[in-house]
């Protein structure tokens, strides 16, 4: 298994220039998008302070978006439920995804975050991130051994991890709570191993440790409202 490699994706005081040209959906509205959604996550835990880095494993799979004059699926017309919200469509190579983000998010190229990124997205004011990464199930014979090749010991050293049960929108799989210290940096990562239709999914976000307790409610929104739609 292809072992994973580390990018520095921020620092304090770095201000990261500029989205690629990736046309996405976006909607605003009023109407609703998704129910409360279902995730019965167990209890999380809280840690301790500062800075950020991150990247999964090496994978060749590129990411581009829905066109904006591209006619919406009747999926893709849902409406977020707070009228801050916009809801972004991303087409992959392997698989379309749905999310629905809270103010101040963006997604950007997704090669900004990790080379082997679907999904990227971003919050700069608050020094928020959020991926997702995707692997075809026939690599794998099962989620267990997916998730048991999952090898975390680039990012640093990981204390205070929690695992808890997940299922948010046909996405069911384990979610792992944690800091990971390197070179002086403390980085709190929410971490979803789950399983898709054809794919198994890594989703991660990330904020620095110190700011866990204002940001890790906002990631977990962002996290759980990731939905697979139908390839079209």
Same mark, same amino acid.
């Given at each position: 298994m292809k072992k994973f490699k580390i990018i520095t994706i921020l620092l304090v005081g770095l201000v &990261?220039?500029?989205c690629s040209g990736r046309s996405v959906v976006e909607e605003e509205d009023d109407d609703a998008y998704l129910k409360e959604t279902? *995730? %019965? &996550?167990e209890e999380l835990s809280s840690y301790g302070d500062d800075e950020v880095f991150y990247e999964p494993r090496d994978r060749?799979?590129? *990411?581009?978006? &829905?066109?904006?004059n591209q006619v919406a699926t009747d999926e893709t017309k849902e409406q977020p439920s707070d009228s801050k919200n916009k809801i972004e469509v991303i087409k992959t190579k392997n698989g379309n995804f749905k999310i629905e983000m809270t103010d101040g998010w963006q997604s950007v190229e997704a090669k900004e975050l990790s080379d082997n990124a679907d999904v990227s997205l971003k919050n700069t004011t608050n020094e928020e991130y959020y991926m997702v990464l995707s692997e075809a199930k026939k690599? !794998?014979?099962? !989620?267990?051994v997916f998730k048991q090749s999952v090898d975390l010991s680039d990012l640093g050293e990981i204390t205070n991890e929690k695992k808890a049960a997940i299922n948010y929108n046909g996405l069911k799989g384990e979610r792992r709570t944690f800091t990971a210290s390197k070179d002086g940096v403390e980085v709190y990562y929410?971490?979803?191993l789950v399983e898709g239709k054809d794919h198994y999914l890594q989703c991660?976000?990330?904020?620095?440790n110190s700011k866990k307790s %204002?940001?890790?409610?906002?990631l977990i929104k962002v996290m759980n409202s990731l939905a697979e739609l139908e390839n079209k």
């Open positions: &990261v220039t500029g279902s *995730s %019965s &996550v060749s799979t590129t *990411s581009t978006t &829905v066109d904006e690599d !794998f014979d099962s !989620f267990d929410i971490y979803d991660i976000s990330w904020t620095l %204002s940001n890790e409610s906002d």
